[in-house]
């Protein structure tokens, strides 16, 4: 057969994932794999035609269709999702349609979830027909108990190809959002309090948010700042290198660092604002957030308020409604709000753009930053136990971060806690003891969370006040 594999990684034949291909091909020597470097050639397959042609009919003439690509910031590199938004741009969709397709991606686990959702839906999109996928951690090819399994992976995605296997897609379509957003309630005079309040967005002029951008900037009695991202000046795309690991400086001499450090980097309040191509923001977008890698895994906004404003079918996308709350929280800041124009009604729209521009100063305001969910307690402790087990060796910056902040913070460091835990186990060993503590265990689990309201210094202050 022969299988086109698309790879998304800026680095081409330097690529981890792409070594993972290689593996593929020595493995299967009777099917032909052609590979397509999406990432690498971007800036090509954007400007001549013929290598653009070239690449539709490698995909026309393949059995299959492999993603392959490295996970940058919870989705695939900017550089293939401009490649997936040129395929929707240039009407050329039909060449994927109706191919068997599958995804490979390698990482350290880090939401590498949301990007398999982000292409299985593309891929639903596109009329292929979807098997499956593999997230490799960038290590597991030196494993054999996963090369196993690598090729029993392959091998299904061959079988599907060959038996033309029934695929049900996964993922619904996305409706057109038709209506044309104008604000029709007069702005409201929402006192900043002094706090730095930044709108970043990518809108286009006469578009829905441009008029949400221009309503929420309305909505405050002092001058805010709004940015077009294209005034950071990107000269490209993150390339993956990670040669700002060892102190936070990025290898691009281009405006973004300027930009950065002028609207991102002293704002209380940051909302960004972006139009849906495809299931994510736009590749501008993406590339913005890819760039901003050069913080390591410093949280960048951490102690503000976030808040998103979207054009586009938000509510039918909750994978990307995940990554964007998990951008927030992975931050260690706060999500104040998204607003989006699906409603179509403007008065409703408008009522919620004033809600929101009161909202995220009061809770500005009060440094309220919400309690974190499973997705960033998880990611959490990946990039921990990958840091220390390895990474800091190259991501010196993120390594001393993460010693000044005691985010080293393995449980079984807590000796006393381990020897808790060693007492107790030894105690509930004695089979008259188990049973009164099940018995008992509702209240034995609250006992302290009692002790805690009993002495609440918080508490006894509230009482005071009142």
């Not at 499956?132 to 597991?140: I, P, T, V």
Request: proline share 5%; net charge negative.
């Amino acid at each position: 057969m022969r299988i086109c594999v698309i790879s998304g990684s800026p680095k081409g034949e330097m690529s981890v994932t792409l070594q993972y291909v290689r593996f593929l091909e020595q493995a299967f020597p009777d099917h032909t794999f052609a590979v397509v470097h999406a990432g690498r050639e971007i800036r090509t397959i954007e400007q001549q035609e013929e290598v653009w042609n070239g690449l539709l009919t490698t995909v026309r003439e393949s059995d299959g269709v492999l993603w392959a690509t490295p996970v940058y910031v919870m989705l695939v590199p900017a550089q293939l999702k401009r490649f997936i938004e040129l395929i929707g741009t240039r009407d050329a969709g039909e060449a994927f349609s109706g191919k068997y397709t599958a995804a490979l991606t390698t990482s350290i686990h880090y939401f590498d979830h949301t990007a398999h959702a982000y292409l299985h839906g593309v891929c639903d999109d596109l009329g292929m027909r979807y098997v499956g996928f593999c997230s490799a951690h960038m290590q597991d090819l030196e494993e054999e108990t996963f090369q196993e399994q690598f090729i029993l992976f392959f091998s299904d995605f061959l079988e599907a190809i060959a038996g033309r296997r029934p695929v049900q897609r996964a993922f619904p379509q996305l409706p057109a959002i038709s209506s044309h957003y104008i604000p029709e309630s007069p702005p409201a005079a929402v006192d900043t309090h002094g706090k730095r309040m930044v709108i970043l967005h990518d809108a286009e002029p006469g578009s829905d948010l441009a008029a949400m951008v221009g309503k929420l900037a309305a909505c405050y009695a002092d001058p805010i700042q709004v940015a077009h991202i294209r005034d950071a000046a990107m000269k490209g795309a993150c390339r993956g290198c990670c040669r700002c690991a060892f102190d936070n400086t990025c290898i691009y001499d281009d405006g973004f660092r300027a930009f950065w450090d002028t609207y991102v980097v002293p704002a209380d309040i940051l909302v960004m604002a972006g139009t849906i191509r495809d299931r994510f923001f736009s590749a501008a977008w993406k590339q913005f957030f890819d760039r901003s890698f050069f913080n390591g895994h410093i949280p960048a906004f951490k102690g503000k308020q976030v808040a998103y404003l979207v054009e586009g079918p938000l509510g039918y996308l909750a994978n990307l409604r995940e990554v964007l709350t998990s951008l927030v929280m992975t931050e260690e800041a706060n999500l104040a709000g998204i607003v989006t124009n699906e409603p179509g009604d403007p008065g409703e729209i408008d009522a919620a753009l004033h809600t929101l521009a009161e909202r995220i100063v009061r809770l500005s305001d009060r440094g309220y930053i919400s309690a974190v969910t499973c997705p960033a307690v998880g990611g959490h402790k990946i990039l921990r136990d990958e840091l220390w087990g390895g990474m800091r060796a190259t991501f010196k910056a993120d390594d001393r971060y993460y010693r000044q902040h005691e985010l080293y913070d393995f449980p079984t460091r807590n000796y006393l806690r381990r020897l808790g835990t060693l007492a107790t186990s030894l105690v509930m060993s004695v089979p008259s003891i188990r049973r009164e503590v099940v018995k008992n265990m509702p209240a034995y689990m609250i006992q302290p969370l009692q002790r805690s309201i009993e002495t609440s210094t918080i508490l006894a202050k509230r009482k005071a006040e009142r």
